[in-house]
């Protein structure tokens, strides 16, 4: 269970991204998180990713309150989850497969297990043939994809993604919505933060809806 | 290293300033290797040497110009004549004063003689030498300290995207420091390389004119070659330096992260 208790974000120049909200994210499945621009979406996806600490209040993931954490345990919570950030860039100066390998790099993988799991990873988002590519030429809908991928390169049991389908058409959102949905059948807890409704029309989701800091209304099935 | 090397120079040009030490005229030649025997020992003289009358006569006449020698044929006025050359490091007129209050206070000692304007004008060039010396060496110091600094910073600052990507994705201190640590680690073997094919090429140049430049003087320069121990110290001295501004650069930007993210 992901937890928000009474959270509120205040930014450094006063702005509030999160006023006094409360919600239950439960595991193992997909969940959406949407809301109009500047509704408090990415603040969300910041404070479960461990980019932000909550002004006030508790995040709390699988009982453990993330504010809580050593500095040694924040990065090791980082390493664990995936991500899907807006603000996240591919390094330009290096190949698509080495973008993807970076988590891998970071949690210290054995070198022998990296390729395959970089080739699983860019297979899964149909990237495969551009391994080798520099991000500067791929399309903007294919960056999106191979941020997915670098996401997803250490299979982590909670991935959160922040508008992982901007720039993307409807074929290929698709795409990655059945990518999403095949994760959470194995159990992967998949948090989405997105404002296609396309994604969640037929409400066999959770969906949260924020508005303005705060939650438009409870939780619904 | 650079200190002792222009020191050295700077004697190659400079005569040797001498004490001339008048015994008493009834001394004879064991009476002078008595007096040889106390001025040999003390610490701040580097040689002694002893001149008969004769020679004493010359030298005098050498110094101060006068053609003595025709009114004294007959009765040579000068006694046995010791010449003390001080070491190098007690050059100073206040040595020179002590020096020559001992020799007074030896037995046989008449007059002792030295030229205390030229040693004044020594001790103020080998003090604005040193001064300069230091002031050069302090200032290639701080601008080699500072260019250190500064390229080890900017090779930091191009990879603040590959730091920001690697933080956020959760990487450790350690991690994200090690490959600057490494660039800052090869680029000091390489600096070495260079430095160490450049400075003994230079003083081989050197080697040559320098010699001839001395040859004249009596004077050997011993340290030209720099010893292992300068260039580990050099070496160890970079590395410390590399190392440790792309760690302080490395954890700026990663406060400067936090920051951002708080
Ligand atoms: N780093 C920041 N510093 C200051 N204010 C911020 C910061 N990030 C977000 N905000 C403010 O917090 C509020 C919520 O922003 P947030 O980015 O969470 O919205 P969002 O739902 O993700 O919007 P969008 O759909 O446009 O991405 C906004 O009013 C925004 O101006
Ligand atoms: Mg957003």
Known sequence: ?221 | MLMSHLETFLFVVQQTPELTVFLSRDVEQRGALTVRQHIVELPEVESVRIIDPDEALNSFEEQTGHHVVANYVQDNPFPITVVIQPTRAHRYSQHYEQLSNYLYGLNFVELVHFDIEWVKKLSLIQDVARVLIWALATTLLFVAVFLICNATRQQVAERVDEIKVFNTLGASRRFICRRSVYTAFWQTVLIFIVTFIMVNGLLNHLRVPLAELTAGYDISIPTLQMQWTGWLTVVGAVLILKITTAKISVNAYLRMFEKEDA
């Not at chain 1, 404070?47 to 209040?57: E, F, K, N």
């Not at chain 1, 988590?103 to 990873?121: E, F, M, Y």
């Not at chain 1, 795409?175 to 159990?187: G, I, M, Q, T, W």
Request: no cysteine; charged share 25%; hydrophobic share 40%.
């Open chain 1, 1 to 221: 269970m992901i937890e928000f208790n009474n959270v509120t974000k205040q930014y450094a120049n006063g702005q509030v991204g999160l006023r006094n909200i409360s919600l239950k994210i439960p595991l193992n499945q997909l969940v959406f998180i949407t809301g109009h621009t500047g509704a408090g979406k990415t603040t969300a996806v910041k404070l479960m990713t461990l980019r932000h600490v909550p002004t006030a209040g508790q995040v709390i993931v699988s009982d453990t309150n993330l504010s809580e954490l050593s500095r040694r345990n924040r990065s090791r919570y980082r390493r664990k989850i995936g991500a899907v950030f807006q603000d996240l860039p591919l390094l330009s100066d290096r190949s698509v497969s080495d973008n993807v390998a970076m988590p891998l790099l970071v949690d210290h993988s054995a070198p022998a297990k990296i390729l395959p799991l970089v080739t699983t990873a860019l297979e899964t988002v149909g990237l495969r043939s551009k391994m080798d590519f520099k991000p500067t030429q791929l399309a903007d809908g294919e960056i999106r994809r191979v941020n997915i991928a670098r996401a997803i390169v250490h299979q982590p049991q909670l991935l959160i993604a922040d508008e992982p389908t901007a720039n993307m058409d409807p074929t290929q959102s698709t795409k990655v919505l059945n990518l999403f949905k095949r994760l959470a059948a194995r159990k992967t807890t998949v948090v989405v933060a997105t404002h296609d409704r396309d994604f969640f029309f037929d409400r066999r989701y959770p969906v949260i809806e924020l508005r303005e800091g705060q939650l438009a209304d409870a939780m619904r099935r």
